[in-house]
């Protein structure tokens, strides 16, 4: 489990960290805001433990990088401060939920490619992907933050415009049920359930019966 507090941090969101023995090759980074801890926090324990069993590192933020900016951006530099401490990062949504703790995210990690992720039917989606620690990967996330984007899917229009715009950017899009699947085309041992799109009733309801319904980790 995470710390009874998150650390505070001088220049930026209080932070709950877990960082194993040696240098982590992957690390992971979540992040919820207050309004939504009453729900999002035990999936956020969830996604430390899954860190803890795997030894990979886990981020997760409990406020928002800017109050000029609808909360969804965040995630660009709370990515972009821990990339160069690891091969790879996956970042995960809030709403997305661990449903296979046995699951081996190393496996997706494929060195041919600077960003691995996922599209629905509105495009590519932001709420689970990876990304490779190297020039042209920051070059990305500060290209995307830099978009004048104000529509409903704020980041994510920002990202797939920095995908145009950097043409040397590698990226691989995985069959969604990979690492996003929603809630009408997740199946067991499917690694993550991300209610995406969902009322915020209807959003809690569905994360708590994936959770409780999760098959227990192998021993």
Same mark, same amino acid.
């Given at each position: 489990?995470?710390?009874?507090?998150?650390?505070?941090?001088?220049?930026?969101?209080?932070?709950?960290?877990?960082?194993?023995?040696?240098?982590?090759? *992957?690390?992971?980074?979540?992040?919820?805001?207050?309004?939504?801890?009453?729900?999002?926090?035990?999936?956020?324990?969830?996604?430390?433990?899954?860190?803890?069993?795997?030894?990979?590192?886990?981020?997760?933020?409990?406020?928002?990088?800017?109050?000029?900016?609808?909360?969804?951006?965040?995630?660009?530099?709370?990515?972009?401060?821990?990339?160069?401490?690891?091969?790879?990062?996956?970042?995960?949504?809030?709403?997305?939920?661990?449903?296979?703790?046995?699951?081996?995210?190393?496996?997706?990690?494929?060195?041919?490619?600077?960003?691995?992720?996922?599209?629905?039917?509105?495009? *590519?989606?932001?709420?689970?992907?990876?990304?490779?620690?190297?020039?042209?990967?920051?070059?990305?996330?500060?290209?995307?933050?830099?978009?004048?984007?104000?529509?409903?899917?704020?980041?994510?229009?920002?990202?797939?415009?920095?995908?145009?715009?950097?043409?040397?950017?590698?990226?691989?899009?995985?069959?969604?049920?990979?690492?996003?699947?929603?809630?009408?085309?997740?199946?067991?041992?499917?690694?993550?359930?991300?209610?995406?799109?969902?009322?915020?009733?209807?959003?809690?309801?569905?994360?708590?019966?994936?959770?409780?319904?999760?098959?227990?980790?192998?021993?």
């Amino acid at each position: 489990m995470p710390a009874a507090a998150p650390v505070a941090q001088p220049d930026g969101p209080p932070l709950w960290s877990y960082r194993p023995p040696g240098r982590a090759a *992957l690390g992971v980074v979540t992040l919820w805001s207050p309004e939504i801890e009453s729900w999002a926090l035990p999936h956020a324990q969830d996604k430390h433990a899954f860190c803890r069993r795997h030894g990979h590192a886990f981020y997760g933020y409990t406020e928002v990088f800017t109050d000029g900016r609808a909360p969804h951006w965040s995630k660009i530099p709370a990515v972009e401060r821990h990339l160069a401490d690891h091969d790879w990062l996956y970042w995960i949504d809030a709403d997305a939920a661990f449903t296979n703790l046995d699951f081996d995210l190393r496996a997706l990690c494929d060195d041919e490619y600077d960003f691995i992720v996922t599209h629905d039917e509105l495009g *590519l989606n932001s709420g689970s992907f990876l990304i490779r620690d190297n020039d042209t990967t920051r070059r990305f996330l500060r290209l995307a933050w830099a978009q004048n984007v104000t529509d409903l899917f704020y980041e994510q229009t920002a990202m797939a415009r920095a995908i145009a715009l950097l043409p040397e950017l590698r990226v691989k899009v995985l069959e969604k049920r990979v690492m996003n699947s929603f809630w009408n085309e997740h199946r067991p041992g499917d690694f993550i359930f991300h209610a995406a799109g969902q009322p915020t009733d209807a959003k809690i309801d569905l994360l708590d019966a994936f959770r409780r319904h999760r098959p227990a980790p192998v021993e």
